[in-house]
Structures are given as C-alpha cells and as structure tokens.
C-alpha cells in the first residue's frame, strides 16, 4: 500500500538558511499535517491543510510558512534556521474526515534537519 | 487549555512482563487514538477507540476507553522486544481538527 512520502530524509543547513521540505500524502486523503518532534518529545502539531487550504495552525514559527499544490502534495518553507529548529519534522494525513469521528493519520518516515 | 496526560513517561520490564500505559484528558474525547513509535522511526496508527467503555484486543495488546470518554489504557501481555518503542494516545481537538498528544510511555525491555 501507498504510504505518505517525505523529502528528504536528511538535511543539513547552517544558521539563517532556509530549507524547503516535501511531503506527498497517500493518494485520495484529503487532510496533511506537519509535525516537529525534538529529542524525546510528542509531535507538535505545526500546520494542516485541508483540500488545499490551511486550516489548522499550531505553534508554528512565524519565519515557517507552508502549503498545499493542486497535486496534494504540501510543502514547509522554513527561514532564518536556528539552532533550535533542528528536529525531526513529520508530515502526516488522513483519509476524509465524517462527521463526529477523526481519522487516525499516517505519518511519513520524517526528515532529519540539523542546523549548524 | 485542553490536554492530553500520559502516564508514566517510561516503564522499564523484563521481556515476558506486562506494561500498561494511562492516558487521562482534560475533556470528554469524541475518540482516542494510540500509536507507537520504534525508536528512530515515525508514529504509526495502532488503533482507535470510540465507544464508551469500549475494549479491543490486537494480538497480547488491549486497548480500552472508559465509560466517561476521558481517559484511555493500552495494556501489552508478556511484552516482546519487538514491542519497544513509545506508545503515544491522541485525542481530537474540542475546536478544530489536530490531535492532541499525550507525552507518551516509552517501553524499555531490561537486558
């Protein structure tokens, strides 16, 4: 089966760049989510994008900015790297939503950053 | 603001010992949801609860939501390396569509 898609798996940035991450979710779910994971720590929901427009926003940096394509598929613009943005970033999504009841999200393997 | 707690943060077993983790929510919870993640790797979906009191079995893992919808177990018998990891509950959101994440238990097999 088809599972979300993450690019790249690796990156490796020095301070005050930017970096661009991808993500591809699993055909026909119509929800993605960004999450950032620190060393030992539970996801932190970032953003989510729902047929292509945001519409949720958690505690996402204002120097962070994402969005979704008429393909589906979602990027984060992160600029002005810190030391403290490095972490794994996760994209997730889910199948549609019905009324009343969530769908549990699929993750993707997540990209390593590392700012130096 | 609405939370999600988990208890405990780590539970360290002999291989062949039980582990129960206890997920507690500030609200009633419409559902929750448990996933685990192996260390280096990302959260995977394991199930979701949405019944009152409902209980539901995966193999030597059981899973239950209780009778207020505001709290959670995941309880695993005779724990197997394979089942390390840290085992996360997630509830939706009152007024939106995120989840909201327990800190997670982290299953550590003694040597």
């Known amino acids: 089966a088809a599972g979300v898609i993450q690019s790249p798996r690796h990156l490796i940035k020095e301070k005050r760049e930017t970096a661009t991450l991808k993500c591809y979710p699993i055909?026909?779910?119509?929800?993605v989510y960004w999450y950032q994971q620190g060393p030992g720590q539970d996801p932190q929901f970032l953003i989510s994008f729902y047929e292509k427009m945001q519409s949720d926003k958690g505690s996402i940096p204002d120097r962070f900015s994402a969005q979704q394509f008429s393909d589906y598929h979602s990027e984060l613009n992160m600029s002005s790297l810190e030391l403290g943005d490095s972490a794994l970033y996760f994209c997730?999504?889910?199948?549609?939503?019905?009324?009343?009841?969530?769908?549990?999200?699929?993750f993707g393997p997540g990209t390593r950053l590392t700012v130096t | 603001g609405q939370q999600v707690m988990q208890i405990p943060q780590y539970q360290h077993v002999q291989e062949g010992e039980d582990f129960t983790t206890y997920c507690n929510s500030s609200?009633?919870?419409?559902?929750i949801q448990w996933y685990k993640q192996r260390p280096g790797g990302h959260p995977v979906f394991l199930i979701q609860?949405?019944?009152s009191g409902e209980v539901k079995k995966q193999k030597r893992l059981t899973f239950q939501f209780g009778e207020a919808k505001k709290n959670s177990s995941l309880h695993i018998t005779a724990t197997q390396t394979t089942d390390v990891g840290t085992y996360f509950c997630a509830g939706p959101s009152e007024s939106n569509y995120q989840l909201i994440w327990g800190a997670g238990t982290k299953l550590i097999i003694k040597p």
């Open positions: 055909p026909r779910h119509d929800t």
């Open positions: 609860l949405v019944k």
């Open positions: 997730a999504s889910s199948p549609p939503w019905l009324a009343g009841v969530s769908y549990e999200q699929y």
């Open positions: 609200t009633t919870l419409s559902n």
